[in-house]
């Protein structure tokens, strides 16, 4: 046992170099979050809500909690930020003009959301004339322009406290192919190494651990893999370990030597339009925003239309190599038909 206990520490503070956990990492932006939301608060505000999880897009390739195996198909990550962005779009129901012979319903979510429209972000007081934001209405578009236009397309993780990281097998079409994911998931433009491109102190925000459990769990994870492969005496167990050098996706990690295996995150995300419409009944557009700009992102804004040549380059190339399946998850594929941004 005390062998056991110490091979345990000897590979917790391995880890915890590799991943350079630090309890202030997030610098200014952890008094920034206390002194706008209480996490307690919040986590109220959103107790009824059903929002996404990164667990979707490896589906069937990790058992949800407390069931011995899951069914869901994993969802390609094009369709799984084209769901993100009509998520995001709810918020315009606040300004949208109804349709002929239906209720206008905007005087009522105007009233219900008089704390979101209370005071905006100083952003919108920049970009938007005065006179507009004068009136309820003129608020209200301020705020979906916020998020439908500035932060478009973009999702970022919820809570960095419920997030994981689980080490799946490989296989055809994984989440690990790079052609499947467009260039809101990378890490750094072009899809770099972060060890190449990064200094340590900033790969913090691409979802590394930040408590001691979570690296424990790591630990456990490998331990119990070797134990099914039966090879804990010839494989070395750091083979396992996730490559925070090599990371090229937000949500993807490949293991340090071991070619059938990698790491995948896991954990609830949101959109800004999301989190508007979750807290917008409690809190206001200022702080929900300034909250918002303290989480990590998991993807970033979608491209302008000047990078989508980037994109359809990537979806030929998979297409050539024969992989429809990386091809249509692509934004702008069959399966996804994710819309352009003007």
């Known amino acids: 046992m005390e062998t056991d206990a110490w091979r345990t ?6 880890l915890r170099t590799r991943t350079q956990l630090g309890g202030d990492w997030l610098g200014g932006h952890i008094q920034n979050i206390k002194a706008v939301l209480h996490s307690a608060s919040v986590a109220s505000a959103l107790a009824g809500a059903r929002l996404p999880d990164l667990r979707d897009l490896v589906g069937d390739r990790v058992a949800a909690p407390g069931s011995a195996s899951a069914t869901q198909a994993p969802q390609s990550p094009g369709d799984f930020l084209h769901a993100a962005a009509r998520r995001s779009l709810q918020v315009t129901a606040l300004y949208s003009q ?15 959301y008089g704390a979101l429209l209370a005071e905006l972000p100083d952003a919108t007081r920049q970009e938007f004339p005065q006179q507009q934001l004068e009136t309820a209405d003129g608020r209200a578009r301020a705020v979906a322009q916020l998020a439908t236009r500035w932060h478009n ?21 994984s989440a690990s192919a790079p052609a499947g994911f467009s260039p809101q998931w990378f890490c750094v433009a072009g899809g770099h190494p972060v060890g190449a491109t990064l200094p340590v102190s900033q790969w913090q ?32 167990w750091h083979a396992y370990c996730p490559d925070w050098a090599a990371q090229r996706i937000r949500c993807v990690v490949p293991c340090a030597n071991a070619a059938g295996y ?17 807290l917008g009944k409690f809190f206001t557009a200022k702080h929900i925003y300034a909250f918002f700009r303290t989480l990590r992102v998991v993807a970033a804004k979608r491209a ?33 038909k994710v819309r352009r941004v003007r």
């Open 9 to 14: 520490r000897v590979r917790l503070a391995r």
């Open 98 to 112: 109804s349709k002929a012979g239906e209720r206008d319903n905007r005087p009522a979510l105007i009233e219900e």
């Open 153 to 173: 397309g973009e999702v970022v993780e919820l809570d960095p406290e419920r997030t994981t990281w689980v080490i799946v097998e490989k296989t055809l079409g």
């Open 205 to 236: 925000e691409f979802g590394h651990p930040r408590s001691q459990a979570a690296l424990a769990d790591i630990v456990d994870q490998i331990d119990e893999l070797q134990g099914r492969l039966g090879n804990a005496r010839t494989v070395d």
């Open 262 to 278: 990698e790491w995948v995150r896991l954990g609830p995300v949101a959109t800004l339009g999301e989190l508007f419409m979750q």
């Open 304 to 336: 302008k239309r000047d990078e989508l040549g980037e994109i359809e380059a990537q979806r030929a190339q998979a297409a050539h190599v024969g992989t429809e399946v990386q091809a249509a998850s692509l934004p702008g594929g069959p399966a996804a």
